[in-house]
């Protein structure tokens, strides 16, 4: 239901005043509603001077293309009775088995950023955020909000399309920080930490960039096809930084250093596109069960092979530098491993000098 | 030691040509010339290492092989025990002291701007487990991480960085310490920490003791005790956040000021005073599983409490402020409480008085205050 807000206000005395709308009356006006940690829920709640406490109250309360406008504090489980059912709680969903489902095509942003708004799950065993609509805006950039105490942070469910998921940090969540099913998602400046997967992408054509997984078993995880990945950091993941399957995935500009196992897994599949990231300082590089080609990389710093080829094909690894003007080899410079009837790798000619890596930083 | 080749020695080489030419350039180098020394992870160590050509592979190498004034230039990747066998004795590993002197990953011990080339997220200083302090500043002067310019500590039994009693004027920024005890701890005077997440650590995010120290615009969310522990003065805590973490958002003695920071959804207080006289204005406290702001036996002397938003706090008793400062009266005017008649039932917070205290909140705030903290993304 939607509350009579502002926006559709002026629109009603207009009308009541004879004014002509001509075209405007036939499009509804966007409203923005108002949550706080000082409001009160009801099926009105919403406007400036009586904002909704809960998130799910307001989204129950909005139509597509509103937005809602979050203050900073704790939204979740209040009182920490494990039941939801005080005032002012989120209002669990069984359908998405999560903790604030957005069910319309809704703009949810924070008002203090995601270091100042917590969206805390306490424990249920679902997930934070729930996104089952398509168009869905959740944050933006320095507007996002903390995602915690899940078995996920945030999960776009599949069958949607062009969600976007910005300015958000997931944290001390259990299998996932960020869940991208459905199609054509951006995913742009979050953080994920301490969970299995920083960010796990599924089905076609997602968008990431500049976000940051650090301190999870695996920071990017992604099946389906054409993902693109540009400029993130994957980093302190005790697996992998990037892992994959699936076909015809993007990474450009990322950077994959300090992981304990493989900086990037392309793990099975074809035609991926891996260039101008840098990868350091990780396990294995870059190791390859899948295929695709390699140009303008950073591979060094690597403890053990800066590229691993178990592909038992022939991969395209010109024109990358391996941390020195000689090429492959010996340290400082990292060497380029085939293992398995097949697996060959062609790296000449090389790249003699760093390649420039246009990846930035959060903060 | 001997000063070695490197950048610098470009500019010593154009000032020998132009000598060479009959020019002159002023006095005979009488002012020492700040160098940049490199460390990426395709260096290797040596004590000539830091040339750009010729990076060293540990930041440990590239201090001993610097000067005070000199600026060190720390590429993307791992630095620490890079075959993770729990020693620190492989080539290019740091010069880690564990069980002994500082106790530390990294020691700076000169005044040496340092800096990473990629930022906190690529840029990974690891301790293995071992019981150490991440890095450990004991020198007067050291800039380490800049906003954007930072690095990431981790996996130390300790801190992520500790600056040294004795020290002053150091600045820490956009660094990220996770996964260590507790993630910066401030000591010595005049020190700035901007832009700093502490995040998911053992103890407590961020604690200052010491003299006259700003922290402003950092981030501490997830540890498990306190955000902010900030003891003695009179430091300057300003737009800062804390939230999420296991007790208190602040936690706060001594002769300080706190000014447009956010303590949210915090597991206890949001502020904690336990003693002593404090600025406390344009702060926002929402959220916080217990009271907003509790302040102990020994707060007496805390001027004045205004211009704060105190509110959607402790959802049992409903306290905004628990004044347990007895026996005194303690000024809380010009607060925002969540409702425009001022400190009451919610969505208002309250505020509660212990035996032979109260609280002066009259007139209260109408409306709320506009926030002054900056989110780090």
Redesign the interface.
Known sequence: MSTLLPGRSVLLLLAVAGLGLGALAGAAEAATLNV?????DSGTCGAAASPC?SISQAIANASAGDRIVV?????GD???DGAFT??GEEAPSVACSCMIKVDKAVTIES????????L?AGGLPGTVVGILASGVVFGR????F?L?GGISGLDVFSGTSGVSVA?N?A??NVNFGFFFDGSGHVGS?N?A??SNNGFYLRDSGHTLTGN?A??NVVGFAFEGSGHHLTGN?A??NSAYGFSFVGSGHLLSSN?A??N?QVGVFAQAGSGHVFSGN?V???GVGTAWGGTGTLSKNNL????NCGMNNQSGSAIDARNNFW??ATGPGA????NVCNFGAGSSTTTAPFSTKESP?K????? | MERHLRNVTRVWGLALLLTGAGLVIGGPGAVAEAGTLNV?????DSPTCGAAATPC?SISRTIANANAGDRIMV?????GD???DGNFTS?GEEAAEVGVGCFCLIKVDKALTIVSR???????L?AGGASVSVVWIQASGVVFGL????F?L??GGREGVLVEWGTSAVTVA?N?A??VQNGFIVLGSGHRFI?N?A??NGGTGFAMGGSGHLASGN?A??NSVDGFVVNDGVHVITGN?T??NGRNGFFLSGENQLTGN?A??NGSFGLEVLWGQHVLSGN?I????SVGILLGDGTSRISAISQNNI??ND??SNCGLWNLSWPSTISATKNFW??ASGPGA????NVCNGAGSSTMTAPPATKEFK?K?????
């Open positions: 706080a940690n000082n409001g009160v406490r203050g900073p504090g704790r939204y209040l009182d920490g005080s005032a008002r203090a950023g995601a270091g100042a708004t917590v805390d950039a320095k507007k996002g903390t915690t300015g940090l944290t001390a400046g953080a930490h301490a940051l650090s301190g950091v980093s302190a950077v250093s300090a304990d840098a350091h300082g990780n060094y710093g690597n403890v941390g020195a340290d400082p410079a990292d890596v990846s930035r930083p959060l903060f | 990426a992870n395709n260096g290797v592979r590429g993307p990747g791992r630095y890079l075959d993770g080539p990629a930022g906190a997220g690529a840029t990974v690891d906003a954007k310019k930072g990431t981790t996996n956009g990220l996770r996964g832009g997440v995040s998911g981030l969310t997830s956040m939230s999420a956010i949210s959804a926002a929402h959220g916080n599983q509110f959607g959802p049992v969540g409702a919610a969505p208002a917070d926030g903290a900056k989110p780090l993304f």
